[in-house]
């Protein structure tokens, strides 16, 4: 294909991206260094870098960091655990029983997240089945608190991402070659050896690109968090998502808020780079 | 792998599949049952498996009042659908082409949807849903359009440009939709969109493109130049060898590509609370229920919970090969 | 695929067919939001001869297809009146639509909105007392005297209390109309208290004896008393009332902060006291929905609420507890000091960059203020007019008395707009023990002062 051809094909879509999400990207670097609220929105003052700085100095954006970062250590390696091991299960079972069991299991993951937010929630009001099952075993009346409303926060992230993980692992192991496995049975491997040594190797790329996706995802967390906390303060579990938010709708700080979302693209640069160079490299090799 | 054979190793499979089938179950359960309830029975600290159901959440929630003729109104339009479906399922066997048949089904069903609040006294709820049909459709219509030719360009291309292109896609795919949405709001305000139906297509085309131009990308690479080739041989051009030889081989994919794209225009919460004032889709209509405003919102958000998920639960019903089959083409190709 | 999709079809059918068969027999949906006075359906046949029905919207069509929007937040009351306004959209050529959220996200919603400029996409908005400064003290608001006046006896508008006119009046221009009447009063069982040998509690020192006598630990409830702390707004509104209470105000006349006083200091202490007698930890996440179900389930001895939520405890659908539930007044913060609490009142506010007639909003606004409509309004929240204060439930000597000896209106500076968004920041971390009261209210003091600074309020 040539260059000209390439390009007529390729216009709309280029077009599209570029006017919606490069422009805005730029838009965005700019409004940031606006001391921008809803009373000034059509007059902004200039400031410069200060609501960079600001952010940076923001103890409660480093909270919300924080949080976000826990969110991150426990449900990505979680998912990937618990999804790898379903995987593995729904191996043994028959095909007609596999179907079945993956329609259900992606459910989880489809659904409109504010509405899956929304039923986890209920589960744990005072009128709900988990808060019932809670104070059956502990003896305590479930209550919101800041560990309780950050482990619900946890808990509903891995419900809501393993399935992902664990289709994707999924398909990964039909390519697994079966020559291979017969071999290694010849050889005379237990199963637990012959996981070890043939299958993880195998999804290896499959285990780091669902590690990049999850992390990217929860970075960018909100609808869970927006439910659940109702963004009050006494939880403490803002994420960065929530806390541009808040600082956008409840604060009022425009500018500080498109400050935020810009050092959190930062952010994301940074542990997106390498893999981008090395996605860069293979593309390449492949041409 | 070879399967476990002794007993005790299947059964235990069994019971923790089971178990996860559970966990992933629960709040459904739970929910459609709330969503049954009475206020009372609902509220009830001692959660209640046994009761008398009633269909008063949902009737407040899409319903105005209650017709008269309710019931023979309900088996008309049951009736109609059901015709409709057979049509589809069936389309190959009849004597007429599939494509009409196909477009007589999507009219028919375009005017169910038109007709019911001609038939009944809706609520808001029922706008919702129309405009998240809207949104829904019309999204998916559009980034496959333009996403279609961008990944067929990029597989078949092989200058730098198309890499980096590429690349820089990846990278905004990864972005947060809170860095756009502000200077959304403006572009939005500065042309006057705000609250129309097509700025939200528009965006969400926009942030899906990565996405699907990645995906389709990858399926069409799995397509061997040489068909094509043999077609423009023939005579035809670039696009119309593309159309009617790439594309009818490309369907299982541009359908995974298709429900992806579905489910992020249908789950879309954000950009369309912050770019529309009045014309919301459902899941910032049942954002409404999330306040504590009122303790009659548990039974009616749990209603709205189990109407805005029944149509993806079909959609999964439906199109589960094919989903599994789209996340898997996105990992096993990187 | 051909097997399972039959399977799928046969199954659709069948429920359906089923659940159909279900309905039935049930009888008419109980619409809550429907008034209990007869309402007409509108059934063509016998449009011609009927007479006029006061309790449907009586306009005239417009001349032109016309779409109102109104923007608004839900509880049973609101959501009757919301109703109401889309009745006139069985007059031809008109829709009404409104547009119901959570209150916080409906607020944020008209400040997008109308913070912008250009064309409101909203032609009524619904705002309580601590809106009308935040939007009709900056001009996103109408004035509405010129409508006021001309529909004043068309409408008995005089039948609405002039204190109400006053939370919505701004030198002397009137944005809005009063809608709703609410405050902050006791609800609680009459029958548990009798067990305990308590009444009514006048202070909060005696709501504190009470929680002392109930005890925190008592199994058969899940706290002796509430009050609302669970979210940042609702601190800051209890913070007010026992602010004034204590005889302090927001803000002084250059608008400097004033709230982070001594009254201030005593008012937030006064709070967590009250909170750690009577709630304990988990008060502090015990939000009004829960408090509301609590009580109507019996596992809440007692509580201070909103009145338009008092309306929901002799509902029957909502709990068998209806007869043993009495009202009183808001509690005095300390012997001699006003009640702490507020007079309240809801608003519809006419956006003044809105693309249609005004006449004609606020004729919608009116059909859906009138006598009629209050009437049955009355059954479910709070009222403004007067001469449906008949129709109401038996908490409203409680909530008058408390409007009557209480703290008045939230001032209608813009400003405060400001302070309260600060201080719902920072007030809850008192209750966690991370911040003293002290501190909190001054670390909210320092950040108004640096935004209301930026924005003009303060001059330097």
């Known amino acids: ?186 050889d005379g491997a237990t199963r637990w050896q012959k996981i070890r040594h043939i299958v993880l190797p195998h ?62 693209v930062v952010g994301i640069m940074i542990v997106l780079i390498p893999f981008l160079i090395q996605s860069y490299k293979e593309q390449l090799e492949e041409r | 792998m070879e399967k476990v054979k002794s007993p005790l190793g299947r059964l235990s499979i069994h019971l923790f599949l089971i178990l996860f089938a559970i966990y992933s179950l629960i709040p459904f359960f739970w929910t459609t049952l709330q969503s049954f309830k009475t206020l009372r029975d609902a509220n009830s600290r001692t959660p209640i498996f046994f009761f008398t159901p009633t269909w008063e959440n949902y009737q407040t929630l899409w319903l105005r009042t209650v017709p008269e003729n309710g019931a023979l109104i309900a088996y008309f339009l049951m009736l109609a659908i059901v015709i409709l479906i057979c049509l589809l399922l069936f389309a190959n066997y009849m004597p007429v082409r599939s494509s009409l048949i196909y477009g007589f089904v999507f009219l028919g069903f375009v005017a169910i949807l038109w007709g019911i609040p001609r038939l009944v006294e809706v609520a808001k709820f029922y706008e919702y849903f129309i405009n998240t049909i809207i949104v829904t459709v019309g999204t998916v219509v559009v980034s496959i359009s333009i996403g279609c030719l961008a990944g067929y360009s990029l597989a078949r291309y092989a200058g730098y440009a198309g890499v980096v292109i590429l690349i820089a896609a990846l990278g905004f795919r990864a972005l947060p939709r809170l860095a756009f949405i502000l200077p959304y709001y403006w572009i939005g305000s500065a042309t006057n969109l705000l609250d129309t139906h097509l700025l939200v297509i528009l965006t969400l085309v926009a942030v899906n493109q990565p996405f699907a131009i990645w995906m389709l990308r990858s399926f069409f690479m799995d397509i061997p130049r040489e068909l094509e080739e043999s077609a423009m041989v023939d005579g035809c ?60 919102h548990l039974t009616l958000a749990a209603a709205a919970a189990v109407s805005a998920t029944i149509p993806i639960i079909l959609v999964i019903l439906f199109f589960q090969k094919n989903l599994v089959k789209g996340l898997a083409a996105g990992a096993v190709k990187g | ?72 937040w839900s509880f049973p009351i609101t959501d009757y009146y919301a109703a109401e306004l889309e009745k006139c959209s069985r007059v031809q050529n008109l829709t009404v639509n409104a547009n119901l959220l959570a209150s916080a996200d409906a607020q944020e919603q008209v400040r997008l909105a109308l913070s912008a400029g250009g064309t409101s996409p909203y032609d009524i908005v619904h705002g309580a007392n601590a809106q009308v400064g935040e939007w009709a003290g900056v001009g996103w608001m109408m004035p509405l005297n010129d409508l006021v006046e001309k529909y004043w006896d068309e409408y008995n508008l005089g039948d609405i209390p002039q204190v109400a006119w006053e939370g919505v009046t701004i030198d002397g221009q009137i944005y809005g109309v009063p809608i709703v009447g609410n405050s902050l009063h006791i609800i609680y069982r009459q029958d548990i208290y009798d067990q305990y040998g308590l009444s009514a509690p006048e ?94 389930i019996g596992t809440l001895p007692a509580t201070n609420m909103w009145a338009s939520r008092a309306a929901n405890m ?114 809850p971390l008192v209750g966690t023990g991370e911040m003293t009261a002290q501190e909190a209210l001054d670390a909210a003091a320092a950040e108004y002062i640096v935004e209301a600074t930026a924005q003009g309020y303060i001059d330097n």
């Open chain 3, 203 to 296: 202070t909060y020192d005696d709501v504190i004896a009470a929680c002392n006598a109930i005890g925190l630990d008592n199994r058969d409830f899940d706290m002796p008393f509430t009050i609302n702390l669970s979210a940042g707004w609702a601190w800051e509104i209890e913070f007010f009332q026992f602010l004034r209470a204590y005889g302090g105000d927001f803000l002084d006349a250059n608008n400097n902060p004033t709230f982070n006083s001594e009254a201030g200091v005593k008012a937030v202490n006064r709070l967590v006291e009250v909170a750690n007698a009577c709630m304990g930890i988990a008060g502090y996440t015990f939000d009004l929905n829960a408090q509301e179900v609590a009580m109507q």
């Open chain 3, 314 to 427: 002799s509902d029957p659908e909502r709990t068998v507890l209806h007869e043993a539930i009495a009202y009183a007044p808001a509690p005095r913060v300390e012997a001699g000091s006003p009640r702490a609490g507020s007079a309240w009142n809801d608003f519809y506010m006419i956006p003044a960059n809105t693309a249609n007639d005004p006449d004609l909003i606020f004729r919608i606004i009116m059909e859906a203020a009138d006598d009629y409509s209050q009437r049955g309004a009355a059954e479910i929240g709070m009222t403004t007019r007067l001469s449906v204060a008949e129709f109401g439930g038996p908490y409203l000597a409680a909530a008058g008395q408390t409007v009557a000896e209480g703290i008045g209106i939230y001032d209608k500076n813009p400003a405060v707009g400001i302070v309260r968004a600060k201080l719902g920041q920072f007030l």
């Open chain 1, 1 to 186: 294909m040539n260059r000209g051809t390439f390009f007529r094909f390729a216009a709309p879509s280029i077009i599209v991206m570029s006017l919606l999400m490069v422009i805005p990207l730029l838009m965005a670097i700019w409004l940031g260094m606006q001391f921008m609220t809803f009373a000034n929105i059509t007059s902004p003052q200039f400031v410069g870098l200060r609501n960079y700085i600001e952010v940076l100095q923001d103890p409660r954006f480093w909270q919300s960091f924080r949080f976000t970062a826990l969110y991150a250590a426990i449900v990505v390696p979680a998912q990937l655990v618990i999804g790898f091991t379903v995987a593995l299960l729904l191996d043994q079972v028959s095909k007609f029983i596999r179907g079945i069991y993956l329609s259900i299991f992606l459910l989880p993951f489809v659904i409109v997240p504010i509405v899956g937010t929304l039923m986890f929630k209920q589960l744990f009001e005072p009128s709900g089945l988990m808060a019932y099952l809670y104070q059956t075993i502990f003896d305590t009346r479930f209550y919101y608190s800041e560990m309780s409303v950050k482990a619900l926060v946890i808990i509903h992230g891995i419900w809501y991402v393993t399935p992902f993980a664990l289709v994707t692992y999924f398909a990964g192991l039909q390519t697994l070659s079966q020559d291979l496995l017969e071999a290694a049975s010849m």
């Open chain 2, 237 to 296: 051009n670039r696009l119309t060898a593309f159309l009617r030889v790439i594309m009818p081989i490309m369907w299982p994919g541009i359908v995974s590509t298709a429900l992806f794209t579905l489910l992020l225009a249908y789950n879309e919460f954000l950009l369309v609370r912050l770019l529309t004032q009045t014309n919301w889709t459902l899941p910032v209509a049942i954002s409404r229920f999330t306040g504590g405003e009122d303790p009659r």
């Open chain 3, 1 to 72: 695929m051909q097997k399972r999709h039959l399977i799928t079809l046969i199954v659709i059918l069948l429920s359906g067919f089923t659940l159909i068969a279900c309905q039935t027999d049930t009888a008419e949906v109980p619409q809550p939001t429907s008034p209990s006075a007869p309402a007409a359906q509108p059934t063509a046949v016998e449009q011609v001869e009927a007479p006029v029905d006061p309790t449907a919207c009586n306009l005239e069509p417009p001349a032109q297809r016309t779409t109102i929007n109104m923007i608004g």
């Open chain 1, 203 to 264: 999804v290896r790329s499959l285990t780091i690109f669902i590690l990049l996706i999850s992390i990217m995802d929860a970075y960018r967390v909100f609808d869970s968090v927006f439910i659940l906390t109702q963004m009050n303060p006494i939880y403490k579990a803002n994420t960065i998502m929530t806390y541009t938010f808040q600082t956008a709708v409840t604060v009022q700080r425009l500018g500080k808020a498109n400050a935020m979302a810009i050092l959190t």
